[in-house]
């Protein structure tokens, strides 16, 4: 599961390669602190940790993380790095504020506080998203839109989404505000079109909270379908606005695929996607396996996960809304014979309900996709003990330039 709780907005000039020398454009250092790294906000945004590293560095210390904690139980395998990390962040949060002065800014929250520091480009998200960002924070004075004030909890605007499709170039907008009347929305959305007519689609979400959740629960589409389609692995998915789908899909497809070739399946396989989400992973398990279950809390992605097997022409796959552990716990009391179990659990690894349900169930192989190696390894030690052995384990660089590590390993009953 992608780290993506906070919006990244950061960049970086590698010593292996100039981002301009490639055609990308860069961020000049404006003596702040951040010489060396190419982004004049490297000390105040967060987001971006390995900035003052070459590629090759931060790539060598994110395989060393992973062997500290994983090369007592296998081999580890050399991470796969992107060609070319940059520009890599296909979904884009910015945040919209008041400057010192009062004036609309936009751009992410400083690190560890609610101030607001303005960005207008960034060096890992994707360009046409900071492009349209931009158009968004020059319309506001023509159209009248104020921005929201957290101290006063004044303002219309709180934050803009952007989603774009890595391989269909579907592009979609969502306009996060305060309340639910917009005045003049259908000709602010006719205007931002006119600039990007590359928006398929335009959504009005309203978040009246007073956390730090981007997204309410109300959304209004005010132009298109109100979701973008991309393809991965081959196969077609929807994404919604508040679906889970990874932030990087180049890096992505080369995940998912090691998952597959790890699980080994067959036509008589019967396989459980746990913590499916929108049923990435079991899709691509399906065209190969015989059976697969897709298993989620989310009411939502359960919607979508269905939606994007019916597109997909696959038949063999159903989804079931449950709790994984709970369903894992009934299946094994059941009776129940599964071959391959595929996990791809949060930050926080997966509870020990849910490892012990998944040792009583017993399959075969246990496939574990995860964003956080210090809980895949304590997840790995708990199997280990109900009679699982750990192969290969594949550390993925999803996310350059930051802290985030994906790795995915596979586990086999012992006999």
């Given at each position: 599961m992608a780290a993506d709780k906070k919006p990244y907005r950061q960049g970086t000039d590698r010593k292996m390669g100039n981002p301009k020398e490639q055609g990308k454009g860069t961020v000049k250092d404006k003596g702040n602190g951040a010489a060396g790294t190419g982004c004049v906000h490297f000390k105040k945004c967060g987001g971006c940790k390995y900035?003052?590293?070459s590629y090759e560095q931060q790539l060598a210390l994110k395989r060393k993380q992973v062997r500290e904690l994983l090369e007592k139980h296998g081999k580890v395998k050399p991470i796969i790095g992107m060609e070319n990390p940059y520009f890599y962040r296909h979904k884009v949060h910015a945040v919209f504020g008041l400057d010192g002065q009062k004036k609309p800014v936009s751009g992410v929250y400083e690190e560890k506080s609610h101030v607001v520091l303005p960005v207008q480009s960034c060096l890992i998200e994707d360009k046409k998203a900071d492009a349209i960002v931009a158009t968004i924070r020059s319309m506001l004075k023509s159209f009248r839109?104020?921005?929201?004030?957290?101290?006063?909890?004044?303002?219309?605007?709180?934050?803009?989404?952007?989603?774009?499709?890595?391989?269909?170039?579907?592009?979609m907008v969502?306009?996060?505000?305060?309340?639910?009347?917009?005045?003049s929305k259908r000709n602010f959305v006719d205007a931002l079109r006119k600039v990007h007519p590359e928006i398929t689609t335009v959504v009005?979400?309203?978040?009246?909270?007073?956390?730090?959740?981007?997204?309410?629960?109300?959304?209004?589409?005010?132009?298109?379908?109100?979701?973008?389609?991309d393809v991965l692995c081959g196969c077609r998915f929807k994404i919604s606005p508040a679906s889970f789908f990874q932030v990087n899909p180049i890096q992505a497809q080369k995940l998912y695929e090691k998952a597959i070739a790890l699980a080994q399946l067959t036509p008589k396989d019967t396989v459980?996607?746990?913590?499916?989400?929108?049923?990435?992973?079991?899709?691509?398990?399906?065209?190969?396996a015989g059976k697969v279950i897709g298993v989620e809390e989310n009411p939502d992605a359960v919607r979508d996960a269905i939606f994007n097997a019916k597109q997909n022409g696959l038949k063999n796959i159903r989804f079931c809304r449950a709790d994984a552990g709970e369903f894992l716990r009934d299946c094994a009391q059941d009776g129940a014979s599964v071959d391959v179990l595929f996990m791809d659990p949060p930050r926080a690894g997966s509870?020990?309900?849910?490892?012990?349900?998944?040792?009583?169930?017993?399959?075969?192989?246990?496939v574990y996709v995860s964003c956080n190696p210090a809980t895949l390894e304590r997840d790995v030690c708990v199997l280990e003990k109900a009679g699982y052995r750990m192969?290969?384990?594949?550390?993925?660089?999803l996310f350059p330039w930051t802290e985030g590590i994906e790795a995915v390993c596979c586990l086999s009953r012992i006999k």
């Open positions: 900035l003052h590293m839109i104020k921005v929201y004030d957290e101290d006063s909890g004044y303002g219309l605007l709180r934050y803009v989404l952007i989603r774009k499709g890595c391989f269909t170039g579907q592009i969502v306009l996060v505000t305060a309340d639910p009347v917009f005045p009005q979400n309203v978040n009246t909270r007073t956390d730090s959740m981007i997204l309410g629960d109300r959304y209004q589409v005010l132009y298109g379908k109100g979701y973008i389609e459980v996607d746990a913590y499916c989400g929108t049923g990435t992973i079991g899709l691509l398990a399906a065209k190969e509870s020990v309900a849910f490892l012990d349900a998944a040792a009583q169930l017993g399959p075969r192989r246990i192969g290969e384990v594949h550390p993925v660089d």
